[in-house]
Each structure stands twice: as C-alpha cells, then as structure tokens.
Nanobody, 128 residues
C-alpha cells in the first residue's frame, strides 16, 4: 500500500530554517504530483506548496512564497520542503500528500481533495 513518511520537523527560533522530507513507497512516485499542507490547532488544513509530477512547475501559498521551496528527487522517491525565515505563524503539523494531477492549473494543486494519499504529519514549531 501507499506510504508517505514525513521527517525533519522540530522546534526552531523564529528566523530559523528547517528542511522537511517525505519518503514515498508503494506508488509510482514519478507519476504523482506532490504537495505539502499544514494544520495549526483549531484551524483547517491549508495548502503550503506543490510540485508537478515532472518537477517542472511549483506552486506556493502567498504566506510562504519567497521563504519556502519545494523540490523532488524522483530517483529517491522523496519530496522536500526547505523552510527559511520561519515565523511563529508557521507553527503547525505539516503533511505531505500525493495525487494524480494533470496540467498546470494552479487551483488543482491547491485542492486537498485531489490528493488521495497522505502522510502522518510532522510537527514544526517556530518560537518567538
């Protein structure tokens, strides 16, 4: 079965950096778009970043644009999220997700409903 395992979360001071990884198994990784989402206590899960199956286009929430970078290594079945200049409002559980998404329409990649496999999440805490 499909497994997505996130790692790299932790506690950092505001302004610091973390790199999240998501290792995938049980799927043809190179055929899947990959996304990162996050959920803070008492809030709904929200889109953070996504990358096409080819890795040729990326998408970001406005709140992280310029600070976060998503990338993928299809040879390692892994997607990454480099997070720089972390802010306290970035504190959340971060989830990676996989979905079959064709084309380049921005709204598709931001849609949680188009991702059918999810990891268990990793906690990121940026302290002020």
């Amino acid at each position: 079965q499909v497994q997505l395992v996130e790692s790299g979360g932790g506690l950092v001071q505001a302004g610091g950096s973390l790199r999240l990884s998501c290792a995938a198994s049980g799927l043809t990784f190179s055929s899947y778009a990959m996304g990162w989402f996050r959920q803070a206590p008492g809030k709904e899960r929200e889109f953070v970043a996504a990358i096409t199956w080819r890795g040729d286009s990326t998408y970001y929430a406005d709140s992280v644009k310029g600070r976060f970078t998503i990338s993928r290594d299809n040879a390692k079945n892994t997607v990454y999220l480099q997070m720089n200049s972390l802010k306290p409002e970035d504190t959340a559980v971060y989830y990676c997700a996989a979905g079959i998404i064709a084309g380049y329409r921005d709204s598709y990649y931001r849609n949680l409903g188009l991702y059918d496999s999810w990891g268990q999440g990793t906690q990121v805490t940026a302290s002020s």
